[in-house]
């Protein structure tokens, strides 16, 4: 809500001001949020069983030609497939 005060030509007091609707917007934000946390619970889910499987996941980047390791408990397959100890 923005308002403003002041008077008219004759010297009266008068308030003008616009309302705006946000209910579509607070129910979006709700359920951006509500989604975020979901989405936020599954990854510590999956983190955990990864961690307790001793398995993991990697993202390989074909363009740049290169693997990103995202959970360490690969870091010890890689190391060996390349002839390093880890």
């Known amino acids: 809500m923005v308002a403003h005060a002041g008077r008219d030509n004759s010297g ?3 308030y003008v001001g616009v309302v705006t609707d946000i209910t579509e917007r607070k129910y979006a934000d709700e359920e951006r949020e ?4 979901s989405l936020k ?7 955990e069983a990864q961690r307790v499987a001793h398995v993991g996941h990697y993202e ?3 363009i740049a030609k290169s693997r990103d390791l995202v959970r360490r408990a690969l870091s010890h397959l890689w190391a060996a497939s390349a002839g390093r100890s880890h």
């Open 12 to 14: 009266n007091l008068e």
């Open 34 to 37: 509500a989604l975020s946390r």
């Open 41 to 47: 619970e599954s990854k510590a889910r999956i983190e």
């Open 60 to 62: 390989w980047n074909l």
